[in-house]
């Protein structure tokens, strides 16, 4: 490896400045670029980091190709990718050379010159100069190791020679022919391998000629490197010669600006000098006239406080003498001011006390002159009366008898007014009642009313269906229900409008007491004796609950008007019993919902009709005396709990059941001997939604059911009756809740039915169910109603 350094050649060409212009830096060492970042320390072993020679350089194969894969290189691929610097100089040539000759042909024939083949494809210029380490490029130079085996060498010739002569030796020394061809083949040999050498010397010729241009290259690129370098170092000498000037007139400035300066304080310090000495020397003067005036005002004050000292002393003398005299005086002033002050407080406190007494005096006074005048209006009243008396007593005895005779009939008229009065009032009590039934008769003995509940909060916004009321300015009978969206075969969009009419239609803004008004007068006709049944029919959430229990709702305000009306009744001679009872009818079973609640579903009730006298009564059913209106929350309240005990998740019972608030109205007329025995019924039905039998099962199942016949019985037992056929069979019978009705629907009670609408879209065919269910009702004309009316016995 020494050797081969040692005989490598080495370059003449500078390493690069690094001061070189950018146009001109063609190559920068690895170590100089680092340089300019990180402050390297010079490499210790210069040997191992030298550059490269020239020649080194050239031999390098390009950076940039990969070398192939050692099996897919060809075989004088090797050859090829020797360096330069592996070419042996001496000894190893004649090997290099040889090998050469394998490929000697290949290079001189391919498209590449002699260099490229040798020394591989020449870089461009940048690439070739491209900074790299020393390292890297050292790395490079490595030789590679042929495999391909090598022509024998002159060497190996020599080698071989003792060999030849051996075999030569062998021969027999008369056999000159084969001799003579031996030694012709090795002349032959011999001749091929001069060939070689030839041809390899020739190679080597072209490779230095080629290495020689290079380093005319290299040496152009030196000199221009150098003239730039000294173009660089002449424009830095002008430079520095300009900072020196530029140096030295600032050094001058600077001098001449630190006199200048010197100048100006020495100047300033000397004007402060003597504007100090002049200020100090204005001072000192004025201080002494000041001084001095202060001298002359001090003595003249002195003479006149001393002149004052006297003349007050004098004064004070003169005064104080006068002034004992003058304070004995007043001192003796002052105790005298003070005893009469003392006397006069003392006065003060007793002329109060009496002003007091006075002012107690003067209202007892008063009091007692208001006494008098009040008794002496009473004495003069009483002296009139008396003398009035005494006057009458004073006449005759005739026209006292008169007068006692005048006053008797006077009294026997009045007597026998009011008795006619009474009479009267109570005739015409009688002839109300018949106009109010004839009036309850003339409306129908079944009336329907139809209410719409409004959208509540927990409603989905904007699920209300279209619903007018065409004349609720007027009549407020009618309801038109305006049915979804129908697209025809045609595509023609229509909208079926439902019109109903009732005898009352309330809309979702009317309030219950709006309601009440309409029915109280069939609660009269309950008072007066008839029977009277006001059903709630609607599906589930239409609003009969409320319309029925609520705290304004139908039952306590019926109870309450029943109680005012009984009352202001007492004076026509009317004394009222209220009985009520609250029945709920669940799948076809009754329930007493004011009894316990334990005994719901349990206890058995019977229903008993007396249909001589219409009167129903339930056996072990609870009755409450109505005798106040605040009786009928405590009914609401118990018969809702004992509801929502017998109620179960899947099973709202309220939805499930009716529920039928019986109230019966025994009155009865001491003055004329009347009785009247009145039933008002106030009926909240089960949900009227159509029920599907396929999804319940078990006790849904029988709920279901139970509800289904229920109302269908209900309309079946209105229809019979709307027949009116005399004695014609009505199936009260069929159902637990048309039987419990049976004496307060038909000929002898009124019936109202209030079918209760949801204003929800999706209820729209629910709704229309119910209202058509309603118009069957309305269209019903049941026989006149009968008043339970009896005399009263002898
Ligand atoms: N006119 C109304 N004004 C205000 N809220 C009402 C009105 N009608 C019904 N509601 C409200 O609607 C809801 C359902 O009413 P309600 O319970 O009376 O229906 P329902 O027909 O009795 O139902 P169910 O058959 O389940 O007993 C209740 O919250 C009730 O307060």
Redesign the pocket.
Known sequence: MDNHNESSFTSHLRPPSRIVSPNRLFEMSASATNARTIDMPPPQNMNTLKRKTLAERAGEPTGRTAPAPPSSRPVNAHVRATSIAGIPRDSSLSSSVSSRQTSGAAMRNSSNSSYSSSVGTRPPSAQFYRPQSAMAAHSRIQKPVSTVGRPATSLQVHEEEPGIARALSNRKAWDHDSRLEEVENMCSQFKEKMDGATTESKSLKEIIGVYKIRITELESIRTSLSTSNTALQTDLDAIKARVAETSEALDDAKRYHNIRLDDMQRQHNRDLDDVRHNAETERRSLVRDHTEKLEDVRRTLENALEEEKISHQREVQALSTEGASTEREKEKELENQRSAFIALEKELDVLKTDVAHGREVNEQLRAKLAESATRETELETSVRRLEGHIHFLESDNKSQSQAFADLEMRMQNAIQTAAEAMDKLRTEETLRRKLHNQVQELKGNIRVFCRV??P?ESDPIDATSRIAYPDDQTDSKEVEVIGAEEKSSLGTITTKKHPFAFDRVFG?KSRNQDVFGEISQLVQSALDGYNVCIFCY?Q????????MSASDGMIPLAVNQIYETAKSLEEKGWQYKMEGSFIEVYNEELNDLLGKANDMDKKKHEIKHDMAKGKTTITNITTVDLDAPSKVDDILQRASSNRSVASTKAN?R??RSHSVFILKLIGENSITGEKSEGTLNLV?L??SERLNHSGAVGERLKETQNINKSLSCLGDVIGALGQGKEGGHVPYRNSKLTYLLQTSLGGNSKTLMFV?ISPLQAHLSETLTSLKFATKVHNTHIGTARKQTKTRDA
Do not use: Q
Request: glycine share 20%.
């Open positions: 509940r409004p509540l979702p609607g589930t959430g239409s609003g009969k609950t409320f319309t709202e309220s939805s909240d089960a949900g209760m």
